[in-house]
């Protein structure tokens, strides 16, 4: 299984980023699939995922009304879509997926055997 995360870069507060990540290797319709993100000095937060396709996501509070996760089973890539962006969002952007996860564990990284390479989102003016 390989995760290939992209789509990070430097902007503007208020600006907008669409990170990507492609999946290979795996029936990744079948797999709970999420985005962390872990800033300097910080554990691993969870940002938003699903737990299985066709379900509906979960995001932390911090993200929400502003990122949009969403998956695409036919190119087995999942997104997020980060509008407003703001200076405490910088951080190193993870992908992660699963086979097999319970829905109450879904926030938390030990429960994910696959992981992408990060990219870095900075959020500074």
């Known amino acids: 299984v390989q995760l290939q995360a992209s789509g990070g870069g430097l902007v503007q507060p208020g600006a907008s980023l669409k990170l990507s990540c492609a999946a290979s290797g795996l029936t990744f319709s079948a797999y709970a699939v999420a985005w962390f993100r872990q800033a300097p000095g910080r554990d691993r937060e969870f940002v938003g995922g699903?737990?299985?396709?066709?379900?509906?996501?979960m995001y932390t509070d911090s993200v929400k009304g502003r990122f949009t996760i969403s998956r695409d089973n036919a190119k087995k890539t999942v997104y997020l879509e980060m509008n407003n962006l703001r200076p405490e969002d910088t951080a190193v952007y993870y992908c992660a997926a699963s086979r097999t996860i319970i829905y109450s564990q879904l926030r938390v990284p030990a429960s994910y055997s696959n992981w992408g390479q990060g990219t870095q989102v900075t959020v500074s003016s």
């Open positions: 699903f737990h299985r396709s066709g379900s509906i996501p």
